[in-house]
Nanobody, 124 residues
Framework: QVRLVESGGGLVQAGESLRLSCSAS????????MGWYRQAPGKQREGVSC????????YYLQIVRGRFTISSDKSKNMVYLQRNSLQPDDTAVYYC?????????????????WGQGAQVTVSP
């Protein structure tokens, strides 16, 4: 069983930066990809970024490309999401998730384990 714990959420002003961290513990044998989702108030959850455990290829939602950077440290079982130039529209609960799929990391329906979420609020 894999347990995911996010940290690094908080309240910032527009234009500022925050880094989210996610630690994975337990049986990592079932993990290949790790990703970040977010859910804003009144909106559906959306995949924001992910990284493949196979070849470290990454994916970004178009609206965050150039502002967000995903990275991982397999030795520490950690994945990070550096978010720069945050905007009020980035306000959401951000979730870390894992997928057992080898290769492509943006097969969002395949993610099957989730953290508890971290609130990020960006004020104008």
């Amino acid at each position: 069983q894999v347990r995911l714990v996010e940290s690094g959420g908080g309240l910032v002003q527009a234009g500022e930066s925050l880094r989210l961290s996610c630690s994975a513990s337990g049986n990592r044998g079932s993990i290949d990809a790790m990703g970040w989702y977010r859910q804003a108030p009144g909106k559906q959850r959306e995949g924001v970024s992910c990284i493949s455990g196979y070849d470290a290829s990454t994916y970004y939602l178009q609206i965050v490309r150039g502002r967000f950077t995903i990275s991982s440290d397999k030795s520490k079982n950690m994945v990070y999401l550096q978010r720069n130039s945050l905007q009020p529209d980035d306000t959401a609960v951000y979730y870390c998730a894992t997928s057992p799929i080898l290769g492509l990391c943006n097969l969002w329906d395949e993610y099957d384990r989730w953290g508890q979420g971290a609130q990020v609020t960006v004020s104008p």
